[in-house]
């Protein structure tokens, strides 16, 4: 498969960990081996920064601004866990994407503890889209080159500075506390939906 571009928010001069992460997320403990989260859809970074702030009106987005990154990376390797075999990992559809981390941190550890390099799985915060998580630390590579070393490197490249999350996006926003629109879907009809775009707001 060839590579995919994942996309992430971060602040600093680098949006890889190469330290442990020192707050808990979906699929690692705190001090945990460090680990990396990429959204498939360039709008994925804009809603978990939403959901996180709880920054739910369109008063909120003037005073957000996001650092974003593009990244290269290929699915593989990776584990895929969704709707449909999440029972596999011992997950309901609803831990998959839920508030409780505890769940998928321990189908996390199983993971590693196979020496599997990471994941995909639905997004929690804008369903219908993925996220891929990446297990251990990775440093930065220029975007156009192969990496030196494919295991240790992402080809990365700084994509926007100081922007603004996009408004057409927060009614789509799943926030804490609020049922997956994706799982609630995929109840009712056995299939998981697919993320159409929002018109751009004028």
């Not at 990244?71 to 990992?89: E, H, P, S």
């Not at 297990?135 to 990365?156: C, E, H, K, N």
Request: aromatic share 8%; with cysteine.
């Amino acid at each position: 498969m060839a590579d995919v571009t994942g996309y992430r928010h971060a602040a600093w001069d680098t949006p890889w960990w190469v330290s442990p992460n020192r707050e808990q997320g979906r699929f690692h403990r705190p001090f945990q081996s460090p680990t990396q989260y990429l959204c498939l859809h360039p709008l994925g970074p804009h809603a978990e920064l939403l959901r996180h702030l709880g920054a739910e009106s369109a008063d909120d987005l003037d005073t957000i601004r996001l650092r974003l990154w593009g990244g290269k990376v290929t699915l593989d390797d990776l584990v895929r866990i969704d709707f449909d075999n999440a029972g596999d990992f011992g997950l309901t559809p609803e831990e998959l994407v839920g508030d409780d981390y505890n769940p998928t941190q321990a189908v996390a550890d199983d993971l590693r503890n196979q020496d599997r390099p990471g994941l995909v799985a639905p997004s929690a915060a804008l369903p219908g889209t993925d996220i891929v998580v990446l297990f251990g630390p990775r440093m930065l590579s220029p975007f156009l080159f192969d990496p030196v070393d494919p295991l240790d490197q992402i080809a990365t490249a700084h994509a926007a500075e100081e922007s603004q999350p996009a408004p057409e996006i927060l009614p789509l926003v799943r926030w804490f506390g609020v049922d997956h629109a994706g799982v609630v879907e995929w109840r009712n009809t056995g299939t998981a939906p697919v993320f159409l775009d929002p018109p751009v707001m004028p």
